[in-house]
């Protein structure tokens, strides 16, 4: 798509532009490279390794106890195991994460709350917290009904892209929680279905931004920066978006704008690409 105001023309995709230079692309693309980044900015991350199909990998879960298995590249949350702990679920872990990528990325895993700050020019836009998809019985329907009812909700509200699928890493979410698909729940008990926050497996999100802590906008912007990118989306594991502690999960370097509501996302955006447009008594994004 291409945008024009004033004489001067952006070419989009989304939140993607050609003020996103192709290296700080390829960083963000690989997530062992964006951890190479951060750590060389000071940032914090959770420990980590590439998986090496032996010992090592199972040292590493032994070491940590559970971890998160990810392809190096990737979107949307595919091929993404979170809490495994065994080692049968790392084997398979790693193999559906490889579907996605040969690389596969080991991380320990990191408590809390799964928090995004979208970070434009250089400023916080906004903070919201992650939540994964969760169903909640009424005492006839079985896990899957409801999370295939669910699904047909959010693909009528948000689009068929943003469901929670019914696949073994999903399956391996509701045992660990001693249920299984087929399994009735009684009434008012919540399930979480899914170890992943992530939207597009049919997470939800929550805006966080008038209580963010200073300490993590501080984060992102740096996280941003060091990346060189003009829109991202730092992913942080929080105890809560309120206090300063926190790791850096990934970055995003084409994050969604639009989910982000009552946040200025949009206009924040076209000010970056036609700066013509900043209103001069708009109120000065957080920082």
Not at 84 to 94: F, G, K, M, N, Q
Not at 136 to 151: I, K, M, P
Not at 233 to 248: A, K, N, Q, R, T
Request: hydrophobic residues 40%; charged residues 25%; contains cysteine.
């Amino acid at each position: 798509m291409e945008l024009t105001h004033d004489g001067r023309t952006h070419t989009v995709i989304q939140s993607l532009s050609e003020l996103t230079s192709a290296v700080a692309f390829r960083r963000c693309d690989d997530k062992a490279m964006t951890r190479r980044v951060l750590t060389a900015a000071d940032l914090p991350v959770p420990p980590g390794r590439i998986a090496t199909d032996n010992e090592a990998d199972e040292a590493f879960l032994a070491e940590h106890g559970s971890i998160v298995v990810k392809p190096c590249r990737g979107e949307g949350g595919a091929g993404i195991s979170v809490g495994v702990s065994d080692v049968d679920e790392l084997r398979s872990a790693i193999a559906s994460a490889r579907a996605a990528c040969d690389r596969v990325l080991l991380e320990a895993m990191a408590p809390g709350e799964d928090l995004r700050v979208l970070v434009i020019d250089g400023e916080v836009v906004a903070a919201s917290v992650r939540r994964p998809p969760t169903v909640v019985g009424d005492g006839s329907s079985t896990v899957r009904q409801l999370v295939e009812a669910r699904n047909e909700h959010r693909a009528a509200e948000l689009g068929p892209n943003m469901v929670t699928p019914l696949d073994d890493i999903t399956a391996s979410s509701v045992r660990a929680a001693c249920h299984t698909l087929d399994d009735v729940l009684d009434e008012g008990v919540a399930l979480e279905v899914r170890r992943t926050a992530n939207l597009h497996t049919g997470g939800t999100i929550h805006d966080m931004t008038p209580c963010l802590h200073p300490t993590l906008a501080e984060a992102a912007i740096r996280a941003a920066a060091a990346l060189d990118l003009p829109v991202a989306g730092i992913d942080l594991m929080v105890p809560s978006p309120e206090g300063p502690e926190h790791v850096c999960i990934e970055v995003n370097e084409q994050p969604g704008l639009a989910n982000h509501e009552p946040q200025p996302t949009a206009p924040r955006y076209l000010d970056l690409l036609f700066p013509a447009t900043t209103a001069p008594d708009a109120p000065p994004p957080r920082s």
